[in-house]
T-cell receptor, first 116, second 113 residues
Framework: DAGVTQSPTHLIKTRGQQVTLRCSPISGHKSVSWYQQVLGQGPQFIFQYYEKEERGRGNFPDRFSARQFPNYSSELNVNALLLGDSALYLC???????????????FGAGTRLSVL | DAKTTQPNSMESNEEEPVHLPCNHSTISGTDYIHWYRQLPSQGPEYVIHGLTSNVNNRMASLAIAEDRKSSTLILHRATLRDAAVYYCILRIVLIQGAQKLVFGQGTRLTINP
């Protein structure tokens, strides 16, 4: 079975532009989470979506938004890009319901975003 | 959020056991302890998780202190492929029902041949 797939793998943007990152979860997984990993640090939680609804949001500005589609794939949008948005953006998928003790998040390889 | 504290780096020899410590003194009763590892240019890979009891799987063992304020990931026989950054993580349930992973800074594990 295919794992979590993310596209594109790399992206270069300039300050002020907008970017859309895409994620396809593992087949059968209904929940998608997004994380930002700045170089040299651990990933930080941005959003979690389950059954197309936002179920949790981390401490990120409103410039960050996301959505989940009927096929459970997801997009992360970032508007008005800043230099500090340069990072590896990771998508993770997991089964539902959300409170299952064995609910594991499986990560994709990420999208490397560089803002110039 | 509760947070985890790990050594920045550790070194071990091939085919020897490795014990990776983690402190999480502010953990709450419903937080699960997870361990992931990450290789360069890859996403984090799940290793093991637990709540209160020690856990074993094919990759590793997880020993959780009785007061749950610390835990140790045990690799029983390290290989060169185990060299990675290991993250000790708390899985926290949000009010809306989402589960977020709170990562620490990680331990960079080096394995010597």
């Amino acid at each position: 079975d295919a794992g979590v797939t993310q596209s594109p793998t790399h992206l270069i943007k300039t300050r002020g532009q907008q970017v859309t990152l895409r994620c396809s979860p593992i087949s059968g997984h209904k929940s998608v989470s997004w994380y930002q990993q700045v170089l040299g640090q651990g990933p930080q939680f941005i959003f979690q979506y389950y059954e197309k609804e936002e179920r949790g949001r981390g401490n990120f500005p409103d410039r960050f938004s996301a959505r989940q589609f009927p096929n459970y794939s997801s997009e992360l949008n970032v508007n008005a890009l800043l230099l500090g948005d340069s990072a590896l953006y990771l998508c993770a998928s997991s089964r539902g319901p959300l409170r299952v003790a064995k609910n594991i998040q499986y990560f994709g390889a990420g999208t490397r975003l560089s803002v110039l | 959020d509760a947070k985890t504290t790990q050594p920045n780096s550790m070194e071990s020899n091939e085919e020897e056991p490795v014990h990776l410590p983690c402190n999480h003194s502010t953990i709450s009763g419903t937080d699960y302890i997870h361990w992931y590892r990450q290789l360069p240019s890859q996403g984090p890979e799940y290793v093991i998780h637990g709540l209160t009891s020690n856990v074993n799987n094919r990759m590793a063992s997880l020993a959780i202190a009785e007061d749950r304020k610390s835990s140790t990931l045990i690799l029983h026989r390290a290989t060169l492929r185990d060299a990675a950054v290991y993250y000790c993580i708390l899985r926290i349930v949000l009010i809306q029902g989402a589960q977020k992973l709170v990562f620490g800074q990680g331990t960079r594990l080096t394995i010597n041949p």
